[in-house]
């Protein structure tokens, strides 16, 4: 069983930063991807960011030059430095890790980021 725990959610103002954290209690030596997904209120869960146990990465274009992936595999932590936020950012931001050859799904409980004056 594979456990997300994220954290460093909060209250940012406009133009403020903000680096989320997701460990994982285990992530299988195999070929995975992590991600960061955001759902803001009334609208549908979104990728914001992933990246490949390779380390290559893929970008929403809604942040791109604004965040910035990255993952410490010794750690087992998933990171998302979000520069430059906006209001648009705001929202519960959930780690996710699909791991290709089990087919195995596994999400973070969520922590809110919300960007306001």
């Known amino acids: 069983q594979v456990q997300l725990v994220e954290s460093g959610g909060g209250l940012v103002q406009p133009g403020g930063s903000l680096r989320l954290s997701c460990t994982a209690s285990r992530i299988p030596n195999t070929i995975n991807v992590m991600g960061w997904h955001r759902q803001a209120p009334g609208k549908e869960r979104e990728l914001v960011a992933r990246i490949f146990s390779s380390g290559t990465t893929n970008y929403a274009d809604s942040v791109k030059g604004r965040f910035s992936i990255s993952r410490d595999n010794a750690k087992n932590t998933l990171y998302l430095q979000m520069n430059s936020l906006k209001p648009e950012d705001t929202g519960v931001y959930y780690c996710?890790?699909?791991?290709?050859?089990?087919?195995?799904?596994?999400w973070g409980q969520g922590t809110l980021v919300t960007v306001s004056s």
């Open positions: 996710n890790l699909f791991v290709f050859e089990y087919e195995l799904n596994v």
